[in-house]
């Protein structure tokens, strides 16, 4: 609704106006807001102003437009025709807003889809370019987020109404979330080699071990002709590796060493035992490797003697998988 009235208090501080409404010596309100679109010199107490008040709510009213007393557009005739084009103007502007609305909405997924296939796909069709949205014939939510080719998505009906969180990355599956909570990061970085043959290491030296034969290497980052693993990706990693000895000589001493970039991370030892049997040792660590960091395996004695390690999966390894 829009009123004329005569302009009878202004504070340019908080810019707020007291209008009493043309016609009326007793219908008279405070505090009304004044557009900042209007200049504070040019409010004049005397002065005609328009009021908005948007759903008759006076606590929402607001002048939007000031003229002289005096000016032409002061008859009944051109008050009417003021009104007219405010009007018009306020009309233009919600058609305006509102258009803005539905293409933001439209551009993001939210209302007036396009009817499509039962696929029930958001796809993205490139930079500048609206995502596409392929909607079932009676409607329905969408399913699926994917690339314009299709071969990187996030999925949570692949097959019926499964309720599993899927993502693809380049064609290939690299994250499942299952309905009992139990995530699968089926690509994360992980790997296990152990020693293949039979290793003779000589005393009171730190000699790599050859762990030379893999169980498992998701991101081919474990070298078995160098004989250590190698980060593709920054992040914290769990090391676990062991050693067995097939000798050992009673107060001599055996240890383990893992190493990041040529040095000691960690170690373990057995020491000054009364014990002659064949011993394994074993140590764990987590340790951040930034992207090329490499860890290796290290063994040495102190029997006086070259002593051999024990080979196979179970005696003689090193296990590393990324946990964040």
């Known amino acids: 609704m829009l009123e004329i009235g005569i302009l009878k208090t202004f504070d340019s501080g908080t810019y707020k106006a007291g209008v009493q409404f043309a016609g009326s010596l007793t219908t008279y309100m405070d505090d009304i807001a004044v557009s900042v679109s209007i200049i504070s010199t040019a409010m004049v107490v005397g002065n005609y102003v328009l009021v908005a008040i948007p759903g008759d709510n006076p606590k929402d009213a607001c002048v939007v437009a000031t003229w002289t007393s005096g000016s032409p557009g002061t008859t009944e005739a051109e008050v009417d025709a003021k009104i007219a084009t405010h009007k018009a103007d306020a009309s233009a502007?919600?058609?305006?807003?509102?258009?803005?609305?539905?293409?933001?909405?439209?551009?993001?997924?939210?209302a007036r889809m396009p009817a499509g296939t039962s696929s029930?796909?958001?796809?993205?069709?490139?930079?500048g370019s609206d995502p596409a949205y392929a909607a079932p014939a009676g409607g329905g939510p969408p399913t699926k987020i994917q690339d314009a080719d299709g071969d990187t998505k996030v999925d949570v009906e692949e097959a019926g109404d499964?309720?599993?969180?899927?993502?693809?990355v380049a064609g290939v599956?690299?994250?499942?979330?299952?309905?009992s909570g139990i995530l699968d990061l089926a690509k994360q970085s992980r790997a296990r080699a152990y020693l293949g043959s039979s290793q003779s290491i000589t005393t009171a030296t730190y000699t790599k071990v050859n762990l030379d034969t893999e169980v498992f290497d998701n991101q081919n980052e474990f070298d078995t002709t160098n004989?250590?693993?190698?980060?593709?990706?920054?992040?914290?990693y769990l090391i676990t590796a062991s050693l067995a000895w097939d000798s050992y000589l009673a107060d001599h001493e055996v240890l383990l060493a893992l190493y990041k970039n040529g040095g000691i991370i960690a170690r373990a030892n057995q020491a000054h035992t009364s014990t002659s049997n064949a011993i394994i040792i074993s140590a764990s660590q987590i340790v951040y490797l930034a992207a090329n960091d490499y860890v290796e395996l290290y063994a040495r004695h102190t029997f006086g003697a070259n002593t051999s390690l024990v080979e196979g999966d179970g005696y003689t390894h090193m296990a590393i998988h990324k946990l964040s």
């Open 93 to 110: 502007h919600h058609s305006k807003t509102t258009k803005a609305s539905e293409i933001t909405s439209e551009r993001f997924g939210m």
């Open 120 to 127: 029930h796909v958001l796809t993205a069709q490139g930079a």
């Open 162 to 168: 499964e309720d599993k969180v899927r993502m693809d």
């Open 173 to 179: 599956e690299a994250f499942l979330l299952d309905t």
């Open 227 to 236: 004989h250590k693993f190698t980060a593709t990706k920054a992040g914290y």
